[in-house]
């Protein structure tokens, strides 16, 4: 028999499945610096970067297109090797000869860098290579939260765990991107920071969590499975845990802004207190005013949890009728 609860809980659960994959690749969040040097005739939003779950990407867009003054890659001007846009001197040149993308990433590593902050990419490096994972938990999750019938949330779960596992293995050990990832965070925690024997260190520390975090997902998921076949309400969480994913992140974005303000190293030729980045709205550091604000990344990540907690409710009362005599 048709059942229009069961059909409005799959539409809600596939639908929020689609919209958390689509925010996997979109950007989150968005930060940016601003200051008298850096003119928004010249950086329109600053200097930008987007944070997405498993990465930091380029935030910054053109300005004033036609000209290469919007184009160059702003480090350059420091080593004084290469001709320069001049407004005045190269009014009727060819402006766009030679330009090439800002690249705020590299731009906000070098401004943190004058106050002794790690460079952005060390940030969360257990979390952004290992986010893809957490993702197919959460997808096996929902398929197995939009099924009607127990054994076939079972199966969904006990299948979809088991490719999932063989997925982490041969992505993170056999094919060796966990050692890749462990590099990758030494060479850019040693971009300004020159003691080998403390980056690898920490790298030692990072490979440690990685493997903890692998080995509590797997964990995670034998009691997922063993929660759903024994208790009947346990369903709920497939769909509740995946609906947190916008909170996951504002905390997890949250911590990691802390570290950043609270671990600052002598390198930085100015010395400044230890202090708490913004997360949301707008701060001040020095002479740079500093933007934080979600993109529309999260707003999919809000329309993911709206989705689930629908359907979550529906199933609930589904459960809660089923247990009236």
């Not at 905390?251 to 190293?265: D, P, Q, R």
């Amino acid at each position: 028999m048709f059942d229009k609860r069961n059909f409005l809980v799959a539409v809600l659960t596939l639908s929020a499945l689609a919209l958390m994959i689509a925010a996997y690749f979109a950007p989150i969040w968005w930060v940016s610096l601003t200051a008298p040097n850096y003119p928004p005739e010249a950086f329109p939003d600053g200097i930008r970067i987007h944070f997405h779950f498993d990465r930091v990407a380029n935030g910054c867009t053109a300005a004033a297109q036609g000209t290469r003054m919007a184009d160059e890659l702003i480090q350059k001007d420091l080593s004084g090797d290469d001709e320069r846009y001049n407004p005045i001197t190269d009014a009727g040149r060819n402006l766009d000869q030679g330009a090439q993308g800002l690249d705020c990433v590299h731009e906000m590593n070098t401004i943190n860098h004058y106050v002794g902050m790690f460079p952005i990419e060390t940030g969360a490096p257990v979390e952004r290579p290992l986010a893809k994972f957490f993702f197919g938990f959460f997808a096996v999750m929902l398929l197995a939260f939009a099924l009607p019938k127990p054994k076939g949330r079972v199966l969904v779960l006990s299948v979809g765990f088991l490719v999932l596992f063989a997925w982490i293995v041969v992505d993170q050990f056999v094919l060796g991107h966990l050692e890749q990832q462990v590099q990758h965070y030494m060479l850019e925690t040693g971009s300004f920071f020159k003691e080998p024997e403390r980056i690898q260190a920490w790298g030692n520390t990072v490979l440690y969590a990685s493997v903890t975090v692998i080995v509590g997902l797997v964990l995670a998921m034998i009691i997922v499975v063993l929660g759903t076949l024994k208790i009947r309400s346990f369903q709920l969480l497939l769909a509740f845990v995946p609906a947190l994913l916008p909170l996951f992140f504002v905390v997890t974005y949250a911590g990691w802004l802390w570290f950043f303000g609270h671990n600052l190293h002598p390198w930085g030729a100015f010395t400044v207190k230890p202090f708490m980045p913004t997360v949301f709205g707008e701060g001040k550091v020095a002479q740079f005013s500093t933007f934080s604000y979600p993109t529309w990344g999260f707003a999919l990540l809000v329309l993911v949890f709206v989705c689930l907690m629908l359907a979550v409710l529906i199933r609930r009362k589904q459960l809660q009728e089923d247990a009236k005599p």
